[in-house]
């Protein structure tokens, strides 16, 4: 588990070169995320993405890589974490699909659609372990993550 000072080198990382005003609400979000309203921290999100295009180094304009994934059908939460996980996000990505063995090249927003729709039932799935399920069919965080993930929890929670 981190402790407190590594907690806040992690937050300051992921936002070397930010505003010090952004610095602060990421800070803020990181800790205390439910301190904000959802309907608040959804317009700070957008804030920040429209600051960061407007940025004179932004990667939106001035890097134009596509970054190409290979995901098993079968294996879509396994794969896309292992080779997306230190992606950054901001690139366009493109999605092969191996399918029983078979290299099943995409590309346009079906594809895309389709994997990110894979990608978050699996990951929201209860049998996975990362949430758990309530009477009402609610997810919440599993609270015993580090016991069934234990060497790797905190990175699927980054």
């Known amino acids: 588990m981190l402790d407190e000072s590594s907690k806040i080198q992690n937050v300051a990382k992921n936002f070397y070169g930010a505003r010090n005003y952004d610095k602060q609400l990421m800070t803020i979000l990181s800790f205390f995320p439910f301190a904000i309203p959802f309907s608040k921290r959804i317009t700070i999100f957008y804030n920040l993405l429209e600051n960061d295009q407007k940025a004179p180094n932004a990667m939106f304009r001035n890097d134009i890589r596509r970054m190409r994934y290979r995901i098993r059908r079968d294996r879509v939460f396994e794969d896309a974490y292992s080779q997306m996980s230190q992606a950054d996000w901001r690139h366009d990505f493109d999605i092969e699909i191996v399918n029983d063995g ?9 594809v895309t659609r389709w994997f990110t729709e894979a990608l978050l039932q699996a990951a929201f799935d209860p049998k996975v ?8 069919g609610e997810l919440y965080p599993n609270p015993f993550v580090s016991q069934i993930y234990p060497d790797s929890y905190e990175n699927y929670y980054k």
Do not use: A, Y
């Open 129 to 136: 372990g990362l949430f758990m399920q309530n009477e009402n």
């Open 102 to 110: 078979r290299v099943e090249p995409g590309f346009g927003q079906g």
